[in-house]
Nanobody, 123 residues
């Protein structure tokens, strides 16, 4: 079974850091674009960041630019999201997703999704 599994979420205070991991299994995703999306209760799922297969093309939503960093280790079939200077508005379920047809920030373009990991930022 091809699967993406997120981990690393938790409860932190504003200004803290977390690193999320997206581990792939069942197939190799080294030739896929990978994205992180997030969804807060009552809100639409939104793009956070994405990275192409080589790691040479990245995109960040304005809300996280300068604070979050996406990276990938194709040898480990894993993608990471380093989140620094976390804010309460970062609270959401974070999902990783993969697609093989190109690079995109559009939710509908992604073929594989993880189950999500909860990030809560509260003082």
């Amino acid at each position: 079974q091809a699967r993406l599994v997120e981990s690393g979420g938790g409860l932190v205070q504003p200004g803290d850091s977390l690193r999320l991991s997206c581990a792939a299994s069942g197939r190799t995703f080294s030739n896929y674009a990978i994205a992180w999306f997030r969804q807060a209760p009552g809100k639409e799922r939104e793009i956070v960041t994405t990275i192409n297969w080589s790691g040479g093309v990245t995109y960040y939503a304005d809300s996280v630019k300068g604070r979050f960093t996406i990276s990938r280790d194709n040898a480990k079939n894993t993608v990471y999201l380093q989140m620094n200077s976390l804010k309460p508005e970062d609270t959401a379920v974070y999902y990783c997703a993969a697609q093989s047809t190109g690079w995109s920030t559009k939710r509908s373009e992604y073929d594989y999704w993880g189950q999500g990991t909860q990030v809560t930022v509260s003082s």
